[in-house]
């Protein structure tokens, strides 16, 4: 390590000018780099690799693409949506849709249009008997409505029903917000996440030119729309010219000198602007560096990681804050050397020499901690650590060569000229903070005992808020919370359960062409029928799989979606022997029971629904269903060749059947479930847990179920979290302690200050944990940063100081001479650097996503955390820790680092 610093600090001292030269160049190249930045929102990321987002990969890829479902959420400021007002808006919101650029991709399917609305059942009945709805006035609207309420099926109001906000009702024509749906056809768009997108801008486009009364509006929804709001990127450049600017602020502050009759007040603004400007382009040449390697380690170049995601995006933010650090402590350790009579080429020597070694520890230290995300589940988390440990030797490099290189430059000149401020750089060590840190050093000279005891139970209160804290994570975290689409998004989950466009899939894994899986998947039907957050109708649960698609296609029922404006009630049914008059019209939908018969002339539109027998059934269908033994209940006997019938079954309705069931290259059948449900973000857990218990049936046969959907997969990625950050924790210091442990052991054979050094900051982390919990801060997937943070940002606190401490504990005599020296000078220095630091990571509460605004406040937390466990709590153990080697009589180590590099230099 001392070679290390050495060389570092030769090449500096000999060679400035090609130090300067290497780094701009290196920074051209990798400028370059940084140009071909791609960056990724949505959830992309955030998902763990796990069984829940390999079966929706695997749906995906199997199943293709289903229609998808947009809500509208129509709400009136009179707090009701069943009147003439609301019904006005559904035909103009309609007749909008109709005929926008989406006109042609509508999914219009028998049985189902592909506008419906929660007025379809008084639209039934009005088109049945030739009415117009539009005539009527609110009342008879309403009573209209009540009575083809009334008439409609029961699985025709399980559909209709949810289409209501929660605290409706639905048979009284009661209810202040309801959901238009939009059926859109998707399917062949496959993984083109774009046409899928500017298909639903069509419709949004419609659904704001429609001209709607005054007190009625409409809000549109899809997921897709939401994902596209995301711009992290422009939010993440916006707080960096915040932080930037504020930081600009404070280094002034910190690096201002006050003349002493050596310098003008003009020279000595010069000299403040200087190493504020040195620091900022320092730490601007970092972030260079870290995003173009980033590109390189990216899916373009080496595939290390993937592409810049949210959590990445902050690196340049923290790594002004680490910068900061460096900085500091290097140029006030210059200071004080050159005001104490060094000469400039010793003066830079000797900060090298000291304050490098402690910021090669530091740089280590923080790099192993930022490594330990290399465990976490999250690929983003993942991402983060690599990207960060790059950026921390990044900073490193560039800290301890180009800033110095520079002043050395400078100073050099003007020693040369007789014109180096030595007096006017004095003052900087008589400044407030550094004064005010010399002042905490009574509490480790005088009553170290009292102050760990002190620290010892705010530790313990924080281990019992760590415990408190809650895990939260949703995909819609990173929208800004002002944006309209997400509270619509909010509205949906608050209101509706979720929203109608909600679909939970069970991808089933083995081969399901057989008798015993048949068998099986109708009775988990029947079992999904008892799960709440499974939306029904009729009793049925709203559930697409292969023998409810056979059952639809060979003895139809009601599909449980309304006809929609022009149809007559869904389920209309002739009685048994009944004879249609010649010419007479069937209505769409109805079912012509066994016996009823159709005579010459009968008009059977498209949709009409015909039993075993008759024109218009598949007939190579019918063949297998009968080979199958397809019974009433849609089992199959126990020796059917269920492969002949799901064949079929693909050919007769290759769309439909294609959705929940594909053939593979090697003859066997993959299925899947889709089912309706309305469990939200909140439920999904519950609701995997349900699903896997109605599915065990399926389970039974030697078949593998994994329920999976965006909601599921953000469940999953809140456990890992929770399940991991006790364990980040842990990994994260033991790793931190174990590499001081043997640094310390092999420069000084005084292995324990490495567990000394490396205990304040386990307090550091409680303390943060505890104040977490106390300020309702969830535990999240940005937040769970916060372990390699602290050990990031602590640790280098706590090196310098025992490194310090060490060296002045040879330069001193008197232990109150010792901690007075080291919290003066280092303590000063660390309270700069820390008050820069909080200042940097507080603007994260100026953004518009919680998370930011989240970690903005944890970090500034840890960083403070940190400068009281530096300043306060490592003193105290280190005057314990000297006062017994002083009583053994052991001779103080590191009189050596206060050397430069070169007696020639």
């Known amino acids: 390590m001392n070679r290390i610093v050495r060389s570092i600090s030769s090449v500096v001292i000999r060679a400035p000018w090609l130090v300067i030269g290497v780094v701009v160049a290196v920074t051209v190249v990798l400028g370059y780099f940084n140009g071909q930045q791609q960056q990724v929102a949505g959830n992309e990321g955030f998902s763990p690799d796990n069984a829940e987002l390999t079966a929706l990969e695997r749906s995906g890829e199997l199943f293709g693409g289903t229609d998808t479902v947009m809500q509208v959420v129509i709400e009136s400021a009179s707090g009701d949506v069943f009147t003439a007002d609301a019904y006005q808006a559904v035909t103009a919101l309609r007749e909008a849709i109709l005929t926008s650029d989406a006109a042609d991709r509508l999914a219009e399917q028998p049985g189902r249009e592909s506008v419906i609305t929660w007025f379809a059942p008084a639209e039934q009945g009005a088109a049945a008997q030739g009415i117009d709805l539009a005539s009527f006035d609110d009342e008879q609207l309403k009573q209209f409505y009540r009575q083809a309420y009334e008439a409609i099926p029961p699985e025709q109001r399980g559909f209709v029903e949810p289409l209501v906000a929660t605290g409706g009702d639905v048979a009284q024509a009661e209810g202040g917000k309801a959901l238009l749906l939009v059926f859109l056809d998707t399917a062949d768009f496959g993984d083109d996440f774009d046409a899928v997108t500017e298909l639903q801008a069509g419709v949004v486009d419609a659904v704001e030119g429609a001209e709607l009364p005054d007190d009625i509006s409409a809000d549109p929804f899809a997921f897709g729309l939401l994902f596209e709001q995301q711009d992290v990127a422009a939010e993440i450049a916006r707080l960096f010219a915040i932080a930037a600017l504020i930081i600009l602020v404070v280094l002034t502050f910190v690096y201002s000198v006050r003349p002493r009759g050596d310098s003008s007040r003009l020279a000595a603004l010069r000299r403040t602007a200087a190493d504020v400007a040195i620091t900022l382009g320092a730490i601007v040449i970092a972030i260079t560096w870290t995003n173009g390697i980033g590109v390189l380690l990216g899916p373009d170049y080496l595939d290390v990681i993937g592409y810049f995601n949210p959590i990445t995006q902050i690196i340049p933010i923290l790594l002004i804050g680490l910068g900061v650090d460096y900085a500091i402590h290097l140029i006030s350790r210059y200071r004080e050397e050159v005001s104490a009579g060094e000469d400039v080429k010793s003066g830079v020597g000797i900060s090298l020499m000291t304050v490098g070694i402690a910021l090669v520890l530091a740089t280590v230290t923080t790099f192993v901690g930022f490594m330990t995300n290399l465990t976490n589940p999250l690929p983003a988390l993942r991402d983060f650590g690599i990207l960060a440990s790059v950026g921390i030797v990044a900073a490193f490099l560039v800290l301890m060569t180009f800033v110095l290189a520079i002043r050395f430059l400078l100073d050099r000149r003007a020693e040369r000229r007789g014109r180096l401020p030595r007096r006017t750089l004095e003052s900087t060590q008589s400044k407030a903070l550094p004064a005010l840190m010399s002042r905490t050093a009574v509490f480790a000279e005088h009553v170290p005992w009292v102050t760990l005891g002190i620290t010892a139970v705010l530790a313990g209160a924080g281990a019992y808020g760590l415990t408190q804290l809650s895990t939260e994570f949703s995909f819609t975290d990173f929208i800004a919370e002002d944006e309209p689409i997400l509270q619509t998004f909010e509205t949906l989950q608050d209101d509706f359960g979720g929203g109608f466009g909600e679909t939970t899939s069970v991808v089933i894994d083995g081969d399901v062409a057989t008798p015993e899986a048949h068998n099986a998947l109708v009775d988990s039907l029947e079992n999904l029928a008892g799960i709440d957050d499974v939306r029904s109708a009729g009793g049925t649960a709203l559930a697409e799989m292969p023998p409810t698609i056979l059952g639809q296609l060979l003895a139809p029922a009601p599909a449980g979606a309304p006809q929609g404006a022009g149809a007559a009630p869904e389920g209309a049914q002739l009685p048994e022997g009944a004879q249609l008059p010649e010419g007479a019209p069937l209505p769409e939908g109805a079912q012509v029971p066994e016996g009823a018969q159709v005579p010459e002339g009968a008009q059977v539109p498209e949709g009409a629904q015909v039993p075993e027998g008759a024109v218009g059934a598949p007939p190579e269908l019918l063949a297998a269903a009968q080979a199958a033994g397809v019974g009433e209940d849609l089992r199959v006997n126990d020796d059917a060749d269920v492969a002949a019938l799901y064949a079929a079954l693909l050919d007769a309705a290759p769309d439909q059947a294609g959705a929940v069931l594909a053939q593979l290259e090697d003859g066997e059948f993959a299925g899947q479930v889709q089912i309706q449900t309305s469990a939200g973000e909140s439920g999904a857990g519950a609701l995997a847990d349900e699903l896997d218990a109605a599915f065990a049936p399926v389970v039974d046969v030697g078949l593998g179920v994994t329920p999976t959907s965006d909601s599921i997969i953000s469940d999953v990625v809140v456990q890992e979290v929770q399940d991991a950050q006790v364990q980040s924790l ?142 306060l709590v490592l003193p105290s153990m280190l005057v314990l820790w000297d006062r017994w080697h002083r009583r053994r009589g052991d001779a103080p180590p590191l009189a050596e680092d206060r050397q430069p590099a070169s007696t020639n230099v």
Not at 751 to 780: E, K, Y
Not at 791 to 796: D, E, K, S, Y
Not at 835 to 841: N, V
Request: include cysteine; aromatic fraction near 10%.
């Open 730 to 871: 842990v990994i994260t210091v033991l790793a931190a302690m174990l590499l001081l442990i043997i640094v310390f052991w092999v420069r000084m054979r005084r292995p324990f200050l490495g567990v000394l050094t490396v205990l304040p900051v386990g307090l550091v982390l409680l303390w943060t944990f505890g104040l977490m919990a106390a300020l309702g801060i969830a535990f999240s997937p940005v937040t769970a940063t916060i372990s390699a943070l602290a050990i990031g940002i602590g640790v280098p606190f706590t090196i310098h100081v025992a490194i310090r401490f060490q060296e002045d504990r040879v330069r001193f005599e008197d232990p109150g001479d010792v901690v007075a020296s080291t919290t003066r000078f280092t303590g000063g220095a660390l309270a700069g650097s820390a008050f820069t630091t909080m200042a940097g990571f507080l603007v994260l509460r100026f953004s518009s996503l919680p998370p930011f605004q989240q970690l903005g406040t944890v970090v500034a937390i840890a960083v403070g955390c940190s400068l009281v466990a530096a300043v």
